[in-house]
Each structure stands twice: as structure tokens, then as C-alpha cells.
């Protein structure tokens, strides 16, 4: 399974992306995908998750700013993300997974999200 990111790049505060995640390589179903972020020296941070029924869940730090969405006929998530701040400025990883039984785990190699101040 390959996940490719995209969408990530510099932005003044209070801007705005839409990143894209497009999963390919599998014939089976996701069951939760979602986006993770890791800034230089932290660990890495959830910021969404949606399974392929269409529940979201987010992180504090980005509820009311951030919104989740997911095509499951293209094997894609989006993350539009909103008056962002120069603390969201991070590595964007997208993640995927199926039921805990399959124990697997896909990542992205991410795409860099950077907000000035």
C-alpha cells in the first residue's frame, strides 16, 4: 500500500491548505485513514482520523480550525486546515490502517507545512 501526500507548503498565519492523501497498491479498504504531524524536536501528534464510515476525530489543538473528508471510490482523504498558525508549521504524515486484527500500519513520507508569522 503507497500513500502520497500532497498539498503541504508555505503559508503567512491565518492562511489556509488543503492537503491530500492518495492511497493506491491495495485491494482492500482502509478503515481509518488519517493525518499526523510531527514539528522539528517533537514527538509526533495526531491532528485527524476518519474512518471509511465518516467519523472524524481531531485533536484539540485543531478542532474548529481543521476538517477531515474522505472519497472512499478514490482511496483518498483531505485535511483543510484554516486560519493556521505558526505552531501548526510541521511534517504532515498521512496514516492508514485496517482493523486492529490485520495489525498493519501505512505511512506517507509526508509533506511540509510551514506557516510565518
Known amino acids: 500500500v503507497q500513500l502520497v501526500e500532497s498539498g503541504g507548503g508555505l503559508v503567512p498565519a491565518g492562511g489556509s491548505l488543503r492537503l491530500t492523501c492518495a492511497a493506491s497498491?491495495?485491494?482492500?479498504?482502509?478503515?481509518?485513514m488519517g493525518w499526523y504531524r510531527q514539528a522539528p524536536g517533537k514527538q509526533r501528534e495526531l491532528v485527524a482520523t476518519?474512518?471509511?464510515?465518516?467519523?472524524?476525530n481531531y485533536a484539540d489543538s485543531v478542532k474548529g480550525r481543521c476538517t477531515i473528508s474522505r472519497d472512499n471510490a478514490k482511496n483518498t482523504i483531505y485535511l483543510q486546515m484554516n486560519s493556521l498558525k505558526p505552531e501548526d508549521t510541521a511534517v504532515y504524515c498521512c496514516?492508514?490502517?485496517?482493523?486492529?486484527?490485520?495489525?498493519?500500519?501505512?505511512w506517507g513520507q509526508g509533506t511540509q507545512v510551514t506557516v510565518s508569522s
Open positions: 496514516n492508514g490502517r485496517r482493523p486492529a486484527i490485520f495489525r498493519d500500519n501505512y
Open positions: 497498491g491495495s485491494d482492500f479498504i482502509l478503515n481509518v
Open positions: 476518519i474512518t471509511n464510515g465518516g467519523s472524524a
